[in-house]
């Protein structure tokens, strides 16, 4: 490695964690992909290689691409980068991949210039690459992907992101059913409008997650871990979900929920063990209705994305 | 004093917390009823005297003796109390009146019982108060009586209370406009329903709050106390209110809002000073408009009820 090249792990992430939808995400340590920036003379942007996923390398139709340009017109550099990516993480799993690659981009792009740009800026750029994906330039995964740990995206205009401490011995599990759900169709069967009681819950449970992630406690951060909104109708999307969640808790899991906009559904265990219990109990459920996944154990990402 | 009668302060409240609304709660520490509490060989709650509000004194009709009725339904003890109330907290003020003395009555009972009840069974006792006094057991002031500080009522069932830490610099000012709002009207114009998007900002809000309320962060704690919901329409209520928030804020306020469902509005600073200064330009505004008002300054009490 040269000053002009950086290889970088750029972590998976779970947005809408249960009561925090739109606001509330984090960063997982043993998933995530890997990527090669350098800096080129040539201006602009070229994704010089793209393996595990099929995805599309010209660079106004990848996430990096376009989260790569936000960054160079806000930068006084002249030159260009060259982007190699390795995906690790499935598009479309509900586990932050496009947020992976956009973040990933234009943190390895800031570093190789000097760190010009804060992480809240980096957060902006990137949120290019998620519009791309998602027609949504939301910022609940860049930014746990950026800044580690559990993020709060207290407000988006002016934007502002909160980052709250991780409980040491906190795990998430997580498991992908291999079937499609598209972040758009996610969308559009919300409903616009929710009750006022419902909101009260809702906010009565993120005041308490946060409160539980402050002070280590773990049974308030489960007692949390409740969505009474979004969850009761996107879940209708995942086949076995209910039982999946119902034996997760049963495993010990504090909470379980959908990852993002899905299919993948996360729990948050105390301990590894634990941890590793639920991912059992989830991967028995899609093997007794014979849909292929893939499960994840993994600490929290306290670091976000880091050089390798 | 003997160990069959207690004299306390039960402190005034300040309920909904702009984004808190409905589970976020703080008591004052300058403003307060004092009662005097004594175990009596007869059964039963008597309340023996009451000054300073003009408040009903058959134990059925009054919140400290229905409160107590319920301590008492749920004790052992084979006797009664009297409870003498010198009421400092007008009735229906916002600001927590008949939680005080609801709060204040079964503290005191308990501590003359040797405190055979949690804090949470108090709160459940207090609450019968509150329903007496409102039509609604809410639990939004007696909570932050019982416990002190900032107070979280995350869940009515069950019933969970979380305590938040208070900043060590942070100050309330509180202006009691002398106009009547109802609680039961205040409550009846609120929508029954939300937009979902209105609902994301308020629990990004409550997140903001309680981590900056953990962290001592003063600006994070401003820029989070906001309500998208209920101020907008419960404000229309409360002559002048508009002009009072925006000459708080002007004087230095981290945040303004209603305190409960009003007609009080408070304002938390940093500092005393600043604190002041907000009394100040609060007070000058229904000077100007002619209103006749009370003006309170007052440290976050951490500690709650106490005995004097």
């Known amino acids: 490695m040269n000053k002009n ?81 390795y995906k690790k993480i499935k598009a479309g799993s509900g586990i932050g991949s496009s947020a992976a690659s956009s973040a990933g981009a234009v943190w390895a792009m800031n570093a190789l210039l000097g760190n010009p740009f804060s992480k809240l800026e980096l957060v902006k750029f990137a949120m290019e690459g998620e519009r791309l994906a998602s027609g949504v330039a939301h910022a609940d995964n860049v930014a746990p992907a950026l800044f580690g740990g559990f993020t709060l995206v207290r407000s988006y205009q002016p934007l502002d992101i909160i980052n709250i401490p991780t409980p040491p011995a906190l795990y998430a599990t997580v498991i992908h059913p291999q079937i499609e759900v598209k972040t758009s169709d996610s969308r559009r069967i919300l409903k616009t409008n929710i009750s006022l009681e419902d909101g009260i819950k809702q906010w009565g449970n993120v005041g308490g997650l946060i409160a539980g992630l402050f002070t280590n406690d773990y049974d308030l951060i489960g007692r949390s871990l409740v969505d009474h909104i979004v969850e009761p109708i996107r879940s209708i999307l995942i086949p076995g979900f209910d039982k999946v969640k119902e034996d997760a808790l049963e495993a010990g899991a504090l909470g379980c929920g959908i990852s993002g906009s899905g299919p993948s559904i996360f729990a948050l265990s105390e301990g590894e063990d634990i941890a590793r219990s639920v991912a059992e109990a989830m991967k028995k459920v899609y093997q007794k209705i014979g849909v292929d996944n893939d499960v994840h154990v993994s600490k929290i990402n306290t670091e976000g994305i880091k050089i390798l």
């Open 5 to 85: 090249e950086i290889r970088i792990f750029a972590p998976a992430t779970i947005a809408n964690i249960s009561c925090g939808f739109d606001v509330l995400g984090l960063a997982l340590e043993a998933v995530g992909d890997e990527m090669v920036v350098r800096k080129t003379s040539e201006k602009g942007i070229k994704i010089t290689k793209l393996t595990g996923q099929d995805l599309p390398t010209e660079t106004l139709q990848n996430v990096a691409g376009v989260a790569g340009l936000a960054l160079l017109a806000a930068s006084e550099y002249d030159g260009g980068f060259e982007i190699e990516i």
